[in-house]
């Protein structure tokens, strides 16, 4: 076997260029290849250093990704669907069980520890139906599980909602909030009003549930999205005074927002290119005062098979009346069922890419409001033979992806949970790091879009250095760097050149500094 020896120095030069493709290289020869006893071998060994390599890698955006956790046991019959959400420092993981109950694990670490699995349906209840009808979402206070129940001798499904309001330590009795059978698309939550978009039998086809009382009363909306025809996918969001949504439909993604939570909608517009190229799995988030963020599949910048695509994404900043334009996430055609979170300036996105022998979960994240980018990073563990169905969220400190895995082609599928440290400073953190005699006084404009002022006010003469900071802690210009009189001063940023995102404003006095966080807009 000549060949031997450039095989190995092949792989050894892959492990140092790049782990991904080691993996798949690896996974062939293992699992498709196992009579070459020594390759295989090999290969595994390789797969065991990456893994110490890079169990806590960090990225080139600086996130420092902790080794993936099994949350779920082996052996479940069934694809658990997994779901995740975030309170603060909390988050949440619920997947379905063999037994067909709602499965729960807390984190109260960012997602390096976690509770012990345990149940939050009670016995009472008699079959959850379909494990990827379960639907988490907080407001920030209150966290609700919506989820599909099989009550009845005619089985009918109900729509059963509860809700914990100490971050999971108690959850109230379940109970059903309307009187048909149902199927839901998307839950959107934001202070008192709830909306549930979904199939309604006995109603017409898809159209809203509401309520405006946190959860008390509800009230279906009268006005379905398409007249005659039902929605196989569908997302919405709420942003003060409206609730919006996307699907698709005849191969594109429309939008449509509602003032009155969906009892009417506004006329449909297309927010992707409309070019028949088949656009599909819409998700979108947004935030309260109006900022929403679309992701989809679509076949014009590739497909395989009809059913991989490239994920897209695209952006509003006015509640949808104007969409920034789309942004390819992927370069290959592998990307399926995309999932976005946002907090603040951080948007992060995951996907499953099927690349026919075996799938991966990869991952890109923006501090900028998805108006630049990190490099795609592809998350799975080495010992991965299929990873699908992701979700994810971010906070003010990390990211948190949970998705579905097998670690063989026999094996069945159980729920893992990666995260991420992120290299940012939380909103609400006080930057100083030493006693303070210089005062930062406002920053003003902050928010700004190209030109702010950074004032301060020096208790006597001295050396003063104004830098800007980003959210990798790197030095990007130095405003003003000199000697001052006591009083107060200005130092004036002009930053028409750099992205929008959230910066650092680092007043330097002699042996001392403090901080002020700035958001620039574009």
């Keep these: 076997m000549k060949f031997f020896p450039f095989i190995i120095s092949f792989q050894l030069q892959l492990l140092i260029e790049t782990d991904t493709l080691l993996r798949r290289t690896c996974l062939l ?18 797969n065991f250093m990456l893994l110490k390599y890079n169990a806590f890698a960090q990225d080139s955006c600086g996130i420092q990704w902790q080794p993936a956790l099994q949350m779920s046991p082996s052996g479940q019959g069934l694809l658990e669907v997994p779901k995740i959400a975030t309170q603060g420092d909390t988050v949440h993981l619920f997947f379905a069980t063999d037994s ?18 345990r149940d939050i349906i009670s016995d009472s209840l008699h079959n959850l139906f379909f494990t990827g009808n379960i639907f988490p979402t907080t407001d920030g206070k209150r966290l609700y599980v919506f989820f599909l129940n099989e009550v009845g001798a005619d089985e009918q499904r109900y729509i059963y909602m509860t809700y914990s309001d100490n971050r999971g330590d108690d959850w109230t009795q379940p109970k059903a909030i309307n009187d048909t059978t149902s199927f839901i698309r998307s839950v959107a939550v934001l202070g008192d009003s709830i909306a549930i978009f979904g199939l309604f039998s006995g ?7 509401f309520s405006t009382d946190e959860g008390e009363t509800w009230k279906y909306g009268q006005e379905a999205i398409l007249q005659g025809i039902g929605v196989s996918d569908a997302s919405i969001a709420l942003t003060n005074g409206w ?10 993604v429309e939008y449509r927002r509602s003032s009155d939570l969906g009892n009417t909608w506004n006329l449909p517009m297309i927010i992707s290119d409309d070019d028949n190229f088949g656009s599909i799995e819409a998700e979108m988030v947004a935030q309260p005062e109006g900022n929403l963020f679309v992701v989809w599949r679509d076949c014009k910048y590739g497909c395989v098979n009809g059913f991989a695509g490239s994920i897209v994404f695209r952006k509003s900043t006015d509640n949808g009346n104007y969409w920034k334009d789309e942004i390819p996430l992927t ?20 996907w499953f890419a099927d690349h026919g022998i075996v799938s991966h979960i990869e991952t890109r994240l923006s501090f900028s409001q998805g108006e630049n980018w990190c490099p795609l990073v592809d998350i799975t563990p080495p010992e991965s033979y299929d990873a699908v169905v992701s979700d994810i969220v971010v906070n003010k400190r990390s990211v948190a992806v949970t998705w579905e895995q097998r670690d063989s082609l026999n094996d069945n599928f159980h729920t893992e949970v990666r995260s991420g ?6 909103v609400n953190e006080p930057l100083s790091s030493s006693p303070i005699d210089v005062l930062a006084l406002p920053t003003f404009p902050n928010p700004f879009n190209s030109t702010t002022v950074i004032a301060y006010k020096l208790p006597s003469r001295g050396n003063v250095r104004v830098e800007i900071i980003n959210i990798l802690g790197q030095e990007i210009i130095t405003v003003f760097e000199g000697y001052q009189e006591a009083g107060e001063h200005q130092a004036i940023w ?5 992205p929008s995102g959230l910066y650092i404003a680092r007043i330097r006095f002699e042996k001392q500094s403090v901080s002020q966080k700035i958001i620039l807009t574009k």
């Design 243 to 252: 609730l919006h949504i996307v699907y698709h439909h005849n191969f594109e």
């Design 29 to 46: 020869s293992f699992h498709a290849i196992k009579a070459i006893v020594p390759f295989a071998s090999l290969c595994l060994l390789l």
């Design 100 to 117: 067909f109950r709602i499965a729960y694990r807390r984190s109260v670490t960012n997602g390096e520890s976690w509770d012990s699995l």
């Design 421 to 426: 440290k992120l290299p940012i400073i939380s």
């Design 331 to 350: 370069d290959t055609a592998w990307g399926v069922g995309s999932q976005l979170s946002i907090q603040d300036f951080v948007v992060a996105v995951s």
């Design 203 to 209: 109603h017409g086809y898809d159209r809203t549930i």
């Design 494 to 498: 002009n930053a028409s050149e750099f």
